[in-house]
């Protein structure tokens, strides 16, 4: 993750390969084989947002059990929707503005000239300014504070 030469060397090499290779069959090819590659970066990043918003969906389904008289939950955290898609949306059209400026000069200086960890470093800031668009409901509702109570069952079996 931190050794990425472009914002498209992260996503399609160094971040999740095993869902890069389904939605570069699913979404790329196809729509890359009808239409201009932009168009299908575009889509592929959009597949992606609306699966995660559909992960969200299910995680953070509040079933009608946990609902009061009122038909409120109050011990439920129940995410904006879209922020999982504007996220994706927004990697892709990254992915998009490096394809068109990869071969201007500033570009070129950038990658003869700067070490390969500041290199890292600018494609991680691609994401960060609204990292927590796709981090933020995971945080606030509990997730990873539930994962961390179920890590120390983890036991290995011999």
């Known amino acids: 993750m931190f050794t990425s030469d472009s914002p498209s060397d992260f996503w399609g090499r160094r971040w999740n390969n095993y869902v890069h290779v389904i939605l570069k069959r699913g979404v790329y090819k196809p729509v890359r084989a009808y239409s201009t590659k932009g168009a299908a970066v575009f889509a592929t990043f959009l597949a ?53 400026l990869n071969d201007t000069w500033v570009i070129r200086w950038m990658a003869g000239k700067l070490p390969k960890p500041i290199i890292s470093f600018l494609v991680v800031l691609t994401a960060l300014p609204v990292g927590h668009w796709f981090i933020g409901d995971w945080i606030h509702g509990g997730y990873f504070h539930h994962f961390a109570l179920g890590f120390p069952l983890i036991v290995r079996l011999s």
């Open 48 to 100: 992606s947002g609306i699966i995660h918003e559909y992960v969200l969906t299910i995680l953070f389904y509040v079933h009608h059990n946990e609902k009061d008289s009122s038909g409120n939950c109050t011990n439920c955290y129940i995410p904006l929707r879209g922020k999982n898609l504007a996220f994706f949306t927004w990697n892709g059209a990254v992915i998009i503005l490096e394809t068109m």
